[in-house]
């Protein structure tokens, strides 16, 4: 008599073992889940502090050079979105040892003709030039960089007392 187990024996014991596997490792996926979701949403908090730090050292730094150092290009009064442009004069770029210049906070777009260029919010420094004197639509996503990635709008909002 030949000792062995028979297919369905084995089919039976192989579905067993799934069903026990798949129970024992359906917390540990959630688990893992859990924590990707909580890394994305910290990088993105931290993404947005870093960027509201940069704009807040840059506005510090122009308010001392003088009262009119700020510039802003509304869109969304000319009927378009919320990707406004913010130029701010300062003496900033003379920690790189350039002469003082404008800082511009403005939205990229990237694109078909731009595949390599990230779409977000990006910040060039430009050493020797005025807000009135830079034309920002030739401001272009490989010469600047990238603080706030992925973003789709940039609304710059003044109080006036």
Known sequence: MKKGFTLLEILIAVMLTGMLATLALAPVVFTVRRVVETQERYSDISALQRTMNFITRDLNSAMRLA???ITIIDHESMGDRDDDI???MSSAPSVQNLPAGTLVYKLNEGGIAHNNIIPGLYR???PGKAPNAINH???SGEDGQLVLPYVSSFKVEVPTN
């Open 67 to 69: 009262a009119n150092v």
């Open 137 to 139: 639509e030739k401001l």
């Open 86 to 88: 913010l130029m701010i």
């Open 124 to 126: 060039w420094v430009i």
